[in-house]
């Protein structure tokens, strides 16, 4: 773990001769939290992406969602909710999924302008998404068509503390188990809208804020280590 953060560091470092966008090596000048930083300590950024697929390379960010958070407190600002103006049509299934239409679409910013102010929201903190494998592949794959290169980043996934919390109990995993939703009823928590990047982002946070609870009962001293993905 410690070298996954050492490491990062050291592409921050790196990148910083590559890269003339200003946003961009803010970010890379902003050093990230320590992998020994007490949880209640950290900054994170919890973020959603609605996509119009699954796989980053072929696909797009249609829209995205993102607030600030750190020890039990969910801030507004700075956050985010942007849609993505894209050069393609919208699939039907694309829009009974999301309700974001071709004309909503076509209304939305540059992936430039709204990467731009995501990484300006990024300095310095940790990502917290759930389901890693959409936000780490499309963000990666967007800032490395935005800057020329794909930023580091460190992220903690709600969905895999959980997988893990009932991988130590020997718990069996059902289906469909893992979903935010199912989780958020889990823990007793409001249910919100679903496909909402913002609600997403928000939901997810709470979550998070829930299982730190649970942890922490327990009398577990987490660390940034014992969450990251």
């Given at each position: 773990?410690?070298?996954?953060w050492?490491?990062?560091?050291?592409q921050?470092?790196?990148?910083?001769?590559?890269?003339d966008?200003?946003?961009?090596?803010?970010?890379?000048s902003a050093?990230?939290?320590?992998k020994?930083?007490?949880?209640n300590?950290?900054?994170?950024?919890?973020l959603?992406?609605?996509?119009?697929?699954?796989?980053?390379k072929?696909?797009?960010?249609?829209?995205?969602?993102?607030?600030?958070?750190k020890?039990?407190?969910?801030s507004?600002?700075?956050?985010?909710?942007?849609v993505?103006?894209?050069?393609?049509?919208?699939?039907?299934?694309?829009v009974?999924?999301h309700?974001?239409?071709?004309d909503?679409m076509?209304?939305?910013v540059?992936l430039?302008?709204?990467?731009?102010?995501?990484v300006?929201?990024?300095?310095?903190?940790?990502?917290?998404?759930?389901?890693?494998n959409?936000?780490?592949?499309?963000?990666?794959?967007?800032?490395?068509?935005?800057?020329?290169?794909?930023?580091?980043?460190?992220?903690?996934?709600?969905?895999?503390?959980?997988r893990?919390?009932l991988?130590?109990?020997?718990?069996?995993?059902?289906?469909?188990q893992l979903?935010?939703?199912?989780?958020?009823?889990?823990?007793?928590?409001?249910r919100?809208?679903t496909h909402?990047?913002?609600?997403?982002?928000?939901a997810?946070?709470?979550?998070?804020?829930a299982?730190?609870?649970q942890?922490?009962?327990?009398?577990t001293?987490v660390?940034?280590?014992?969450?990251?993905?």
């Amino acid at each position: 773990m410690f070298a996954r953060w050492r490491s990062i560091q050291k592409q921050q470092d790196s990148l910083l001769s590559h890269i003339d966008n200003p946003t961009a090596r803010a970010y890379l000048s902003a050093q990230l939290p320590h992998k020994n930083t007490p949880i209640n300590e950290v900054e994170f950024l919890s973020l959603d992406f609605e996509t119009t697929g699954l796989e980053a390379k072929r696909e797009a960010i249609l829209s995205m969602g993102y607030m600030p958070y750190k020890d039990g407190r969910i801030s507004m600002m700075p956050s985010g909710c942007e849609v993505i103006r894209l050069n393609r049509a919208l699939t039907e299934k694309s829009v009974i999924i999301h309700q974001i239409t071709d004309d909503r679409m076509k209304k939305g910013v540059a992936l430039h302008e709204a990467l731009d102010r995501l990484v300006e929201a990024m300095v310095g903190k940790v990502l917290l998404v759930h389901y890693c494998n959409i936000e780490r592949d499309f963000l990666k794959a967007a800032t490395k068509r935005v800057y020329g290169k794909a930023l580091p980043f460190l992220m903690v996934d709600t969905m895999q503390i959980e997988r893990r919390r009932l991988e130590r109990e020997q718990q069996p995993i059902k289906s469909n188990q893992l979903r935010l939703a199912n989780l958020r009823k889990q823990y007793h928590l409001p249910r919100y809208g679903t496909h909402n990047a913002l609600e997403d982002a928000i939901a997810t946070a709470e979550l998070f804020m829930a299982q730190l609870a649970q942890r922490q009962q327990n009398n577990t001293d987490v660390r940034l280590k014992d969450v990251l993905c």
